[in-house]
């Protein structure tokens, strides 16, 4: 496997987990870090390693950063980030948007770019 297929993998499995992050489903082991009697009571990480928090809040940390690198693309870059986000996320490649061109070629075209940009971006950033 050569380096830029390595990274376009690495980047597929970013946008995927990023597109899971950004839609607020939560897929964690273990219990909730809140007593929902206590309201905003929270359990400290200290003890909690086993649980799975230190991983989580690195992983809310490097999709907050890929979050904030796609919101700072421009248009068309970001809604083609979007969309192949969702593909990737679901194994599908049926999600398009009406602001990316009809045309198959251009389309890809714009995601190709897209992905060069981001990737950039978040190799800046340290998240890639």
């Not at 995927?16 to 400290?44: D, Q, T, Y």
């Not at 999600?95 to 950039?120: F, G, H, M, N, Y």
Request: charged share 25%; proline share 3%.
């Amino acid at each position: 496997m050569n380096l830029a297929t390595e990274t376009e993998a690495i980047l597929d499995d970013i946008l995927s987990r990023w597109h899971h992050w950004a839609s607020h489903a939560r897929m964690v082991k273990g219990f909730a870090p809140r007593a929902l009697v206590c309201g905003e009571f929270k359990i400290s990480r200290q003890y909690d390693d086993a649980n799975g928090a230190l991983d989580s809040d690195l992983e809310d940390s490097a999709m907050a950063a890929v979050d904030f690198q796609v919101s700072e693309m421009a248009d068309p870059y970001r809604t083609a980030i979007h969309c192949n986000a969702r593909n990737l996320s679901l194994g599908l490649s049926v999600w398009s948007s009406p602001r990316l061109p009809q045309d198959r070629a251009e389309r890809a075209a714009i995601v190709v770019t897209a992905r060069c940009i981001l990737s950039k971006r978040l190799t800046s950033a340290g998240v890639l």
